[in-house]
């Protein structure tokens, strides 16, 4: 079974991948590989689709299409919308600084807000062009980004829109948004290896053009150390 998403550890020494049968392999110095330590399924049924890491860098969130999040290594879970008759499946996971709490998207734009995360909007109910894929928060976690597979950025709470693809005919379907580490810009991956960036967020290169063996499924970044 493939890859179906990605998370870096904070610091960038390490990272996850998720895979839809309930694994996550970790690689480097990324903690609580294959699911060692992990709290129960939390109510989580259907397939695995998104992770995130705690802010150590020790454990991970990993989340189902029906909202059921579980905890890995010293990464706590406060729940999901296991409960609720949701419109769209979830299909990403965006974690608090303090690792307090999380929000959880849906393909609908749908947001939902756990622990310590503060709900500042969603797209739930509005018309969207393509359904959301990723969703990515501002550093203070006062804010976020959704991102829509046409390319499409909804930015709520502190977090500045700097542009979008949304307008644009793509090659291939936008799967993931990544954050830069001080929330002025952020990247876009799409299936075919393009990369797009806006504000802040450096083009450092892509695999747009190139034969792959199969789609990129997501995009990770990592906050570098402060320097002194």
Same mark, same amino acid.
């Given at each position: 079974?493939?890859?179906?998403?990605?998370?870096?550890?904070?610091?960038?020494?390490?990272?996850?991948?998720?895979?839809?049968?309930?694994?996550?392999?970790?690689?480097?110095?990324?903690?609580?590989?294959?699911?060692?330590?992990?709290?129960?399924?939390?109510?989580?049924?259907?397939?695995?689709?998104?992770?995130?890491?705690?802010?150590?860098?020790?454990?991970?969130?990993?989340?189902?299409?029906?909202?059921?999040?579980?905890?890995?290594?010293?990464?706590?879970?406060?729940?999901?919308?296991?409960?609720?008759?949701?419109?769209?499946?979830?299909?990403?996971?965006? #974690? @608090?600084? %303090? !690792?307090? &709490? $999380?929000?959880?998207?849906?393909? *609908? /734009? =749908?947001?939902?807000?756990?622990? +310590?995360?503060?709900?500042?909007?969603?797209?739930?109910?509005?018309?969207?062009?393509?359904?959301?894929?990723?969703?990515?928060?501002?550093?203070?976690?006062?804010?976020?980004?959704?991102?829509?597979?046409?390319?499409?950025?909804?930015?709520?709470?502190?977090?500045?829109?700097?542009?979008?693809?949304?307008?644009?005919?793509?090659?291939?379907?936008?799967?993931?948004?990544? #954050? @830069?580490? %001080? !929330?002025? &810009? $952020?990247?876009?991956?799409?299936? *075919? /290896? =393009?990369?797009?960036?806006?504000? +802040?967020?450096?083009?450092?290169?892509?695999?747009?053009?190139?034969?792959?063996?199969?789609?990129?499924?997501?995009?990770?970044?990592?906050?570098?150390?402060?320097?002194?």
């Amino acid at each position: 079974m493939g890859c179906d998403a990605i998370a870096s550890t904070p610091s960038g020494n390490g990272y996850w991948l998720l895979n839809a049968f309930r694994s996550a392999t970790a690689f480097g110095q990324a903690g609580q590989a294959l699911q060692s330590g992990c709290t129960s399924l939390n109510g989580a049924t259907g397939q695995w689709t998104a992770l995130a890491s705690s802010p150590t860098g020790n454990g991970f969130l990993v989340t189902s299409t029906n909202g059921g999040v579980m905890g890995c290594g010293d990464a706590v879970s406060f729940g999901g919308p296991v409960t609720e008759s949701l419109n769209q499946p979830i299909v990403a996971i965006a #974690a @608090t600084p %303090d !690792g307090k &709490g $999380y929000w959880l998207a849906a393909a *609908d /734009g =749908g947001v939902f807000s756990y622990g +310590d995360a503060t709900f500042y909007g969603s797209m739930g109910g509005v018309s969207i062009n393509a359904p959301v894929v990723g969703i990515a928060a501002t550093p203070d976690g006062k804010g976020y980004w959704l991102a829509a597979a046409d390319g499409g950025v909804f930015s709520f709470g502190d977090a500045a829109f700097y542009g979008s693809m949304g307008s644009v005919s793509l090659n291939a379907p936008v799967v993931g948004i990544a #954050a @830069t580490p %001080d !929330g002025k &810009g $952020y990247w876009l991956a799409a299936s *075919d /290896g =393009g990369v797009f960036s806006f504000g +802040d967020a450096p083009f450092e290169g892509s695999m747009a053009g190139k034969p792959l063996n199969a789609p990129i499924v997501g995009i990770a970044t990592f906050a570098p150390p402060a320097s002194n």
